[in-house]
């Protein structure tokens, strides 16, 4: 915390504004509230080092690396280690009857039911296909082409009127 103000983390390079100081560093400071981030200029070494509440940080051949170790610092300095951590989600409710038959309730993600686990969606529901979608794409398989690449090409072909070549309806 500065000036009895929690600090705002920067998310973005739009968050910051850069100048520069009378002695050639570049003053960095937060474009919300224009709070001093730190500084950032050559040492005698000529490497790059970072200023950040009086403190220098390591030294960096690149400019870059060092204004990142400065905003990943000032982030980290940015939490408010005061402010109480969420609790954890309680377990889920048992029902009466998973109770009855010694079944425990958790959460779990649910599946597509597609476990071929290709995720190209021609799985043997026809891909989301029309009845003409899959009959055109059962001819491409039969003609040679991938599962994937016909599944892409039933699918252009769904979208043109019957008889019209690449005319999208």
Do not use: C
């Amino acid at each position: 915390m500065a000036n009895g103000r929690p600090r705002v983390p920067v998310r973005s390079p739009g968050d910051i504004v850069v100048t520069r100081s009378p002695t050639g560093t570049a003053v960095i400071r937060h474009r919300a509230g224009g709070e001093l981030i730190g500084e950032v200029g050559r040492g005698d070494d000529n490497a790059w080092r970072s200023l950040i509440d009086g403190k220098e940080l390591s030294p960096h051949t690149h400019q870059r690396a060092a204004v990142a170790e400065l905003i990943g610092t000032w982030n980290r300095t940015a939490l408010d280690p005061s402010r109480p951590l969420m609790p954890l989600q309680g377990p889920p409710p048992q029902s009466q009857l998973l109770s009855q038959l010694g079944i425990a309730n958790v959460r779990a993600f649910a599946g597509d039911g597609d476990d071929d686990a290709d995720d190209d969606g021609s799985g043997p529901g026809g891909g989301g296909l029309s009845p003409r979608g899959q009959a055109i794409y059962k001819k491409l398989i039969a003609r040679g082409k991938s599962a994937k690449q016909a599944m892409a090409m039933a699918r252009m072909a769904e979208k043109t009127k019957p008889g019209q070549f690449s005319k999208v309806s």
